[in-house]
């Protein structure tokens, strides 16, 4: 019975409530609080394929440098997540590595039995 009600309640709000898509950032204060996004894909050789404000080296097989802009992150500091891009039954791993707040990362591809790997990936970094 008690799943019933739950149940009507749920459903009485879905019908009778306004339906928004935008974000819920605009409530959240002014648009300086809303953290800066970086967002790219990158090639096996190191290439920017897309994305702007960041550079990329290819330093040597399977390891690369992100460097943002200068200032693309006023904080100094952000948090990078990497996605490998293609079809592989077993594909790399990849890590990153941020010594401190700055304005780069170092990325590294690897397979589990520790041999470095070229790989076209994708990043997110948002500004912490």
């Not at 739950?6 to 019908?15: H, N, P």
């Not at 960041?54 to 802009?69: D, L, M, P």
Request: with cysteine; proline share 5%; hydrophobic share 45%.
């Amino acid at each position: 019975m008690t799943r019933f009600v739950f149940l009507a309640i749920a459903l009485t709000i879905a019908l009778l409530a306004p339906a928004s898509a935008g974000t819920i950032y605009r409530y959240m204060g002014p648009t300086s609080a809303i953290p800066k996004v970086a967002a790219g894909e990158i090639d096996a050789a190191g290439n920017v394929e897309r994305g702007v404000g960041f550079a990329v080296s290819h330093i040597e097989t399977g390891e690369y440098t992100i460097t943002f802009n200068r200032g693309y992150f006023p904080s100094g500091c952000a948090a990078m997540t990497v996605t490998v891009v293609g079809e592989q039954v077993s594909p790399p791993i990849g890590e990153v590595y941020q010594t401190r707040c700055g304005n780069s990362f170092r990325v590294v591809f690897w397979f589990q039995g520790g041999t470095k790997v070229d790989q076209r990936f994708n990043f997110v970094a948002v500004e912490d």
